[in-house]
């Protein structure tokens, strides 16, 4: 089961994440997400544990509990939402028909 945690202190590495989830099971993987440019933490991370009983408990324990001095939330990985492709066609924007802006 792949496991969300959010609020997560910028002091928290991966295997701080690994050691706190490892007290409830076994832990397959355990990622703090960082910034692809700046490589600083965004403050959340994902937990893989193999037990799905072994993850709720890991869930129930953890939500709420401090780590490097941030109350955590925990609970379980939703699949990615599709956000759609939205925004193109900038190229030609305000340039057609005068007036710019949005038409209703």
Do not use: C, H
Request: proline share 3%.
């Amino acid at each position: 089961m792949k496991i969300f945690v959010g609020n997560l202190s910028r002091e928290v590495k991966d295997a701080d994440l690994r050691a706190a989830f490892e007290a409830f099971g076994k832990v397959e993987s355990a990622e703090v997400v960082k910034d692809k440019f700046s490589g600083e933490s965004r403050g959340f991370g994902f937990v893989e544990m193999p037990s799905g009983p072994e993850a709720q408990a890991a869930i129930t324990g953890m939500n709420g509990k401090d780590l490097k001095g941030r109350a955590v939330n925990v609970n379980e990985a939703r699949p990615k939402e599709d956000r759609g492709g939205g925004g193109g066609g900038g190229r030609d924007r305000g340039r057609s028909g005068g007036g710019g802006g949005r038409r209703y």
